[in-house]
């Protein structure tokens, strides 16, 4: 039997990146996933130039051996995501798992500037909305059909397990918020025995990210001429196995309320990647940089973001 089996799932944002990767990690373990976001066959999302479909990951989920359901949602629109929780309430009567991973902010966040600077900050208005919002939504109609069965396991994902800063100041609010998005969660949970938690993945390669190194997922390595970094990458399939990993423990409710990261939690549970390694963000940064000390959400911080700032396109790394 796989560790998920009869096992409900609701992946917001699953149309690519880590959302596609956690999803079909879920149905590799069994569950069924519900698949979520706005990018369809035949009808992407406005603005978005990208071919991933949320149809994509649902075949993908139930090629690896779950059950992947598509379902076309803005989780920004209160109306829809009712209407989502209303028909898996339907359909399986509870949910056992719900991962918010949309974003949405990777055209919207001016790099490289002072908050002073920003040119237009209502595109970072709208990356606030569209990233915090959207979660604030997604979990208020998903936990009341945890709430009966008196357990749950609720995901954030975000960009890196500490208060570091980020490299810039709206990108930074949101990544932050989501990891206090998951403590307070945690807080107002504890008494349903419901955990929330956070999680990142580290360097990835998600699909924009292979493209803006001109590989594939075969050769990715030649990546390594472009940025010596991209070696210690990780697919999305790597964070997903780590969710799954997490929604499979039955000691999970240990971990409400804090942040994690894929490579420690390989370490802990002993999955690995697609190809076999186990990528390690976090020891490949104490190997390039001399002082390096980046410690958990509950000790004393060092910012490492000097060393990564400026390499980004976007939130393609962390997608």
């Known amino acids: 039997m796989k560790p998920l089996e009869n096992k409900i799932a609701l992946v917001a944002g699953s149309t690519r990146g880590a959302g596609r990767g956690i999803a079909c990690m879920l149905g590799e373990a069994g569950a069924t996933v519900y698949c979520t976001g706005r990018s369809t066959r035949g009808d992407l999302a406005s603005g978005v130039h990208r071919p991933e479909t949320i149809d994509e990951t649902a075949e ?17 629109d209160e109306t829809q995501v009712a209407a989502l929780c209303e028909r898996i309430g339907r359909e399986q009567g509870r949910l056992d798992v719900l991962v918010n991973d949309v974003w949405g902010g990777d055209e919207l966040t001016e790099w490289g ?9 209502s595109n970072g208005f709208k990356m606030l909305q569209q990233a915090i919002n959207t979660h604030i939504i997604t979990s208020k109609y998903a936990v009341p059909l945890m ?26 609010l949101v990544k932050t918020s989501i990891i206090r998005l998951a403590f307070g969660m945690a807080e107002e949970l504890k008494e349903h025995n419901i955990a929330a938690l956070a999680l990142t993945p580290g360097f990835l390669r998600s699909e924009a990210m292979l493209g803006y190194f001109g590989v594939t997922e075969e050769n990715w390595e030649e990546g390594v001429k472009k940025d010596k970094n ?19 423990d039955p000691g999970v409710f240990a971990k409400t309320g804090k942040v994690f990261s894929s490579w420690n939690l390989s370490d802990e549970y002993g999955f690995k990647d ?30 490492y973001w000097r060393f990564i700032s400026g390499k980004r396109v976007g939130d393609g790394a962390w997608e």
């Open 60 to 76: 993908i989920v139930t090629a690896l051996g779950g059950k992947g359901i598509a379902i076309k949602t803005d989780h920004s």
């Open 113 to 121: 500037k002072p908050f002073w600077k920003i040119e237009n900050l």
């Open 147 to 172: 709430l009966p069965a008196q357990k749950g396991l609720i995901i954030e994902i975000t960009d890196g397990d500490g208060y570091f800063y980020r490299g810039q100041l709206l990108y930074d």
């Open 230 to 248: 991209f070696i210690a990458s990780e697919t999305p399939w790597f964070v997903g196995r780590a969710a799954a990993a997490l929604a499979a």
């Open 274 to 303: 697609r190809d076999g390694s186990t990528p390690h963000w976090g020891k490949h940064l104490e190997n390039v940089i001399p002082d390096y000390r980046y410690k958990r959400l509950d000790d004393e911080f060092y910012s």
